[in-house]
């Protein structure tokens, strides 16, 4: 019963059988980017909600209910009215540059998305150097930011726009070397190779044990602060800074910064889940013959990850900037590099566990 | 601010920014003219006067009765320890004798406004340095404060309690229960508000060292409540000019001597268990009796002046009366805490960072009705 | 040495504030402390001594218990309690007393100090536990507290 596969595959052939090949060719691709569209939009809305409705229960509130069952459709509803709201600006803005960094935010995280694997063979763009793509397209968002802070003529954005950018390029470095760790493991940079090793030999979070953990907490703290979320929220920091970046936004460009933070913490959960979780592997293979619940399980993995990023925020206070910069330089980096020896040794006296 | 030559592109420069009258961490109409050096501050110029009502000028207007319910909105997380204030100067003015039974209610609901401003003084301060949950369970328990003193008062925030010579009414029958119940919820909530923010390692590290105040300065800048007391200047008036039950109950002062943002916090996590204790003293032996002095319908004052301090949630709050014998005062003063412990702002914070400035504003637990009166 | 025990002790207390939150989370259902506000309209009940608006009480007979005697107004800090009376023949002794047209109270003025309850010496107006006193026309924040057409209860005296 291989429903995923079939159906992409169906399509594919069904094309290809009623047009000429270069014009079949730019359908699937405009097919594939309006279901990427679609999912962007709609696991946005799915998430903010999920992050409103969690703080309130953290918070002993209820969130929002009023609108649709237990409240679902509330983002829906404002994300209805941003897109109805006059779109206002500084008057002396970099007209250009302000109304572009929305942009460059929101096609960053697409174009991650696109390589996510979502369940066997239903994966729209499988490269060899996926997780490669995946670090290097991530770090394009922040200069939509950097654009954004400055060009908004605001000091308070300006502020938070130049934290962001020396935010991510610290972490950056951990998030590529954690990943690096795992990818020592794998042997691969390719997202499927990942996912078939560990669907041989366990998932990497056991068999890599110690190094694997250290590379995963390495990774959930570099990843949240990759994300810009708390307690790395300084770029945003509301009780310095305003607003941060987007205090000059409104309306429907204020919501793209915002569905993109939620859809970059998709990503980077589902990063974590692709390196350490197995992907849309079952736990144990129960339901290795079922390729299409693979998806389910995909989505639940991230959704773990993502909920403990949503624990973390509202936990935590927030850092100052001197001290985000040390635990990066100070801790993560070192820790990283030893860790990546570790494991290179582990893998080479094969130590690993494997089932 | 442009640079015109080649060099100057990589010299720092410093600029202004302007943080407030609208800004979530000025709690209030407050403004700040800082002068920043990328994230570092060089120098903070607090502009006042956002929220200035003349409330010194209408207490001349009104009789001593009516000067009260002013007090209210001034400091209105200390509510009932101002009113408590106008009411002690105009009874030692007159040298009226309140019932023991008006001192220890007083007391108890003095302190019970101690324990509600710590509260929420705690639940912004994790706010303010970025953990929001610490809002909610602050206020959690702050709410069970606010319905005792709406079931007894008739109000949740400016309770205009006390008239001079007692109070307004008698004590709600099931305000000891509900007090005790309280206490025994709280005793189990506040060990967790150091689990939470207090242990928590990001907490510290943003706290401690942070806007150090020396003794020295706490004195000259006239810095009173946990400001002064963080710094370990010895300033409670509860403690060294007993006034009401004080005198007869057994406390200690919070006294450290760091003077950093995290001593500050912990005087104030401190006086809250301190608070728990001289409730518990005094609220199973309420004395029966009057709970008013009658006094005449238009009180007139003696010719004189007069002088008299309470400690608030904030420091030491004092009501100066200049009268000429009518009906009204021919001057009144309020000496507010607030207004001098933001003044060692810029001794505390100069030479921090924006973050930094944030917490350091948050411990001195501003009010600006208070500052603007 | 202590660089790893730093890391050890940092990451403990924050693990130990996740369990806080993770113990409210688990619980969530039963610690909620909000209230839905407009759907509890009906339900919620106020404290007997809770200050809302000033009233002032009729009995079945449509008789009040003001005798215009003026000390809430005299007594509010605020002005927000106007009086207009004029004087009628009392038909028991035939003499001219004090007698209300109107008790004008301005609710926009308030403060609900109280001091003009505590001030009435025939407990003619009283506090009402009515908490959601917002409008959209500050005219309707202007009230006459004494009904049309009512009078005062036979026996209220001013206390001479």
Known sequence: MNISLSITKNIHDWLFEVMSAPFATVVENVLIAVAFLAFFALAGLLLVWMERRIAAFFQLRLGPNRVGPMGLFQTIADALKLVSKELTGPDKADKFLYNLAPYFVIVASLMALSVLPFSQEFHAFDINIGVFFLIAVSSIGVIGILLG????????SL??????????????????????TIVVLAGSLQISEIIAAQQAGGWFI??????AMIAFMIFMIAGTAETNRAPFDLIEAESELGAGFHTEYSGMKFAYFFLAEFINMFIIAAIGVILFFGGWLSPFGITESIPLLGIFWFMLKVLGLIFLMMWFRWTFPRLRVDQLLTLEWKYLLPINLFNIVLMAVIVWLGLTINF | MTTTTENNAFKSQEYFINMGPQHPATHGVLRLLLTIDGEIIKNIDPDLGYIHRSIEKMCERDSYQQIVHLTDRMDYLSAHINNEAVCLAVENALGLEVPERVKVIRTIIAELTRLASHQLWWGVMGMDVGALTTYFYGFRDREMINDIFEETCGARLTMNYNIPGGLMFDLHPNFVQRVKDFIAHFKTKLPEYDTLLTGNVIFQKRTQGVGILTKEDAISFGTTGPVARASGFSCDVRKHHPYSAYDRVQFNEALFTVGDTFTRYQVRIQEMWESMAIIE????????GEFKTPTNAVIKLPKGEFYQRVETARGELGVFIVSDGKKNPYRLKFRSPG???????????????????????????IVVPDIDR | M?????????????LTGMSVTGKYFINARKEIITQEFPNNRATLK??????????MPHDEN???????????????????????????????????IKAIDKHIYHLSMCTMCGLCIEACPTDAIKWSQNFSNSSYDRTQLTKVLNKPGSKIAPGVKDKE
């Open chain 1, 149 to 156: 802070g400055w060009s908004s003529n605001n000091k308070y």
């Open chain 1, 159 to 180: 502020i938070g726009a130049m934290r962001s950018g020396l935010q991510t390029i610290s972490y950056e470095l951990s998030v590529g070397l954690s990943i690096l």
């Open chain 1, 206 to 211: 056991i068999q890599g044990h110690i190094p």
């Open chain 2, 281 to 288: 003293q005094l609220i199973d032996n309420i004395p029966d």
């Open chain 2, 339 to 365: 207004f001098s412990n933001l003044s060692a702002l810029k001794k505390m914070a100069v030479g921090s960072k924006l973050g930094d400035l944030v917490a350091i504003m948050a411990t001195l637990d």
């Open chain 3, 2 to 14: 202590s660089y790893f025990s730093d890391i050890y002790n940092g990451v403990k207390t924050l």
């Open chain 3, 46 to 55: 106020m404290f007997d001594r809770f200050r809302g608006e000033v009233v």
């Open chain 3, 62 to 96: 449509n008789e009040h218990r003001c005798t215009g005697c003026q000390k809430c107004e005299l007594a509010c800090p605020n002005g927000s309690i106007e009086i207009i009376w004029d004087r009628v023949i009392d038909e028991e002794t035939g003499k001219k």
